[in-house]
């Protein structure tokens, strides 16, 4: 094995030596995450073993059954960042208001946002689930606790946004606006290493995701754009190969990597989509972004959007630019095929 492994701790230093006035606090709170996705990661691969499978008798703020092992990588998380003294505050999708950091401990300049465990009602069948984070710089006073207003950034504001794929292998996907990085979790000495430097999404999709069972339920142009990525057409490539696990972590990072668009559009039962803004779709943007694709809400850019609170949802276009900006041409009514 090669003595000059890049471990993800190293990379974030690494990074950390790009800004002068870093101060090491960004680099500590990535720590934090990385020790939380490690945890989650046991938690998750051994389901089946320890007593995490199946639902507690709790529903969510997003009117959910409440899975056991959402409830233990949403404490997971929250227990990895509310003592470290990076942070004024934090949000999950998983708790209705924002989490106030606790009095004992030190109040930070950043603010993370997260969704603990994005697709947990396929654990019991052991599919693939991801954890998403989005980290923003504090905008209140420096040394109050942090409130509302610091969640409520729009996504052009992230610092930094990365996911975990607890799948075949746990992937640990991040960026600080410097790139896309994939690092994979070695479990026999329990380091993230990297193994995906820069990932670039292909610019044209070869995938479409989207659970086409709402289909009767969506605007006729976002209809017609199904029918045209649906159609024959050897020159351009259609139809294309149609892709759903249910579970968005595992569906955009397996796009980012053969090039895709997912899509979860909003709908007569949904008026804005499933998808929340600030813990799903903000963070993907960014990442998505970074590695070359775009992400719309089928009018414009996703990160433009100012939220207004925290569990907004949002129409969902994302991936591979191309395919994602001819959507776009088909919602606005440009092209019927
Ligand atoms: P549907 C999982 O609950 C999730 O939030 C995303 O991970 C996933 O893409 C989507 O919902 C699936 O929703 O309505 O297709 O089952």
Redesign the pocket.
């Known amino acids: 094995m090669s003595a000059n492994i890049m471990t993800l701790t190293r990379h974030i230093i690494d990074e950390q030596y790009k800004y002068p006035e870093a101060t090491g606090e960004f680099t500590n709170l990535m720590n934090d995450i990385c020790f939380a996705a490690k945890r989650i990661s046991y938690h998750t691969n051994k389901a089946g073993l320890l007593d995490v499978l199946g639902e507690t008798d709790l529903i969510n703020v997003q009117g959910?059954k409440v899975q056991k092992l959402d409830v233990f990588a949403h404490d997971t998380m929250v227990k990895a960042l509310d003592h470290g003294g990076n942070l004024c505050c934090m949000a999950s999708e998983e708790e209705e208001g924002i989490i106030s950091i606790p009095e004992q401990y030190p109040i930070g300049k950043y603010v993370c946002l997260f969704?603990p465990l994005?697709?947990?009602?396929?654990i019991d069948a052991n599919v693939s689930?991801?954890t998403i984070f989005s980290i923003y710089k504090r905008i209140t006073d420096d040394d109050k606790p942090g409130t509302i207003e610091d969640c409520l950034q729009p996504g052009h504001q992230q610092v930094c946004a990365g996911y975990v794929v607890y799948g075949s292998s746990t992937m640990l996907v991040y960026t600080t606006g410097n790139g896309v990085h994939g690092f994979t979790l070695d479990p026999s000495f329990g380091e993230f290493v990297l193994s995906h430097p820069n990932i670039k999404i292909p610019d044209r999709a070869n995938i479409y995701?989207?659970?086409e069972?709402?289909f009767d339920y969506w605007d006729n142009n976002v209809k017609n754009y199904i029918r045209y990525v649906k159609a024959t057409d050897e020159k351009t490539n259609r139809p294309l190969n149609s892709r759903?696990?249910?579970?968005?972590?595992?569906?955009i990072h397996r796009n980012l990597l053969y090039g895709g668009i997912?899509l979860?559009p909003a709908s007569s039962k949904a008026q804005n989509g499933?998808?929340?803004l600030i813990y799903?779709a903000n963070p993907m943007a960014f990442i998505v972004e970074q590695a070359g694709g775009r992400a719309s809400n089928g009018h414009g850019d996703i990160m433009q959007i100012v939220p207004k609170e925290l569990h907004q949802r949002v129409p969902l276009f994302i991936g591979s630019k191309y395919d994602v900006v001819m959507v776009e041409e088909f919602i606005r009514g440009e092209r019927e095929s």
């Open positions: 959910e969704d994005d697709g947990s009602s396929n689930v991801g995701s989207v659970n069972s709402n759903y696990i249910g579970s968005m972590v595992s569906d997912f979860y499933k998808l929340r799903e």
